[in-house]
Every structure is written in structure tokens, then in C-alpha cells.
């Protein structure tokens, strides 16, 4: 049975406040329409698009830093399990006589999304183990995934963060996090 146009805009503004990371071709699939169709529909209900959502759902989600101190853009962020983002590498970025970019960028964006990824108020790099397995030059876009992993024996938050310039592979780092949980008034040490 074929819905009619209001009652597909009302399944679709359910579908993304649930699914807020569901994206159009994903929607048309859904409710069987062609992607500029669940486009239209976006734009006459006011629903941003997939990046707008994904930027205001992180800002609301992230609690260790402000959206404004995360290095690069988060496109993805499941707290406490997964987060990725994306950093353009501009002139800023890159030493001027070879247009090679800084490691503290590679790693600024790899650490601020380790911190990011976490549940809580406070999250602090305690130690890392940093690889960086390619350089990588300006015009280049690094997408970084943060997985978490568990805790390790002291009680640090293991956050795993691969970064890649397209499918290769450009820095890999463990990031032992320090965090509080001041909603069960315990700390970890």
C-alpha cells in the first residue's frame, strides 16, 4: 500500500528522530522513493541533512570537550563504542617547504577524538602508543575511526584510533583515557 505524501513525511521525520545517521539513499530505500523525493520532503519539514544532523547530535552528545576544541569534523559518534571524523590537510596543516603535514595534527585529531568518544564530563590522555605508517600531504583528507576497547588494568578507558587518507593507512594509536563517572561517584585510578 502506497502512502500518501503526508503520511510518508510523518514516517519520515520518526525514521530520523530515531536513526538521526540515516542517510537520504537509505530513507529513499526505506519508503521506496527516489532520493530527491525524501530531498523535497527534507527540505518542507526543516530536517537538515545528514551532516547537519550528524554535527548537531555530536554537539549535544560530546560532554568531555566542546564541539569547538575537537580537532577535525565528526561525522559519526556512538558514545562509549564508536566515533569517526574527517580533516582536511590545507596549508596550515603542512611544513611549507615540502607541503608534508605536521604529526601534531594527525595526532591532535586522533586524541581529541579518543576524548570525544568518551561518556563522561572528564576525559584525559593518560598514555598513548602512537604509530604514524605514511605521511600524509596537503589537499589530503584523513578520516580517523575511534573505537573503544575496554579497560586495562589500572582502570583506563583503551580507545583504539586508525586514521586513513582514503583505504590507506596512516597513523594507529592506542589512547589510555582517564575518566570520572560523577554519575556513580566513583573515579577510576
Known sequence: MKRTKAERQQALKETIAETPFINDEQLAQKFAVSIQTIRLDRMELSIPELRERIKSVANNQIKALPMEEVIGEIIDLELDKRAISILD?????????????????????????????????????????????????????????????????????????????????????????????????????
Not at 146 to 164: L, P, Q
Open 89 to 189: 590537510i590545507k596549508s596550515e596543516h603542512v611544513f611549507s617547504r615540502n607541503k608534508i603535514a605536521r604529526g601534531h595534527h594527525l595526532f591532535a585529531q586522533a586524541n581529541s577524538l579518543a576524548v570525544a568518544v568518551i561518556n563522561d564530563e572528564l576525559a584525559l590522555t593518560a598514555k598513548t602508543e602512537l604509530k604514524f605508517t605514511r605521511q600524509v600531504k596537503e589537499g589530503e583528507r584523513v578520516i580517523a575511526k575511534a573505537t573503544t576497547e575496554g579497560k586495562d588494568d589500572k582502570g583506563f578507558r583503551i580507545v583504539n584510533v586508525n586514521s586513513f587518507v582514503e583505504n590507506e593507512q596512516v597513523l594507529t594509536g592506542l589512547f589510555y583515557m582517564y575518566q570520572t563517572h560523577e554519575q556513580k561517584g566513583e573515579s577510576l585510578k
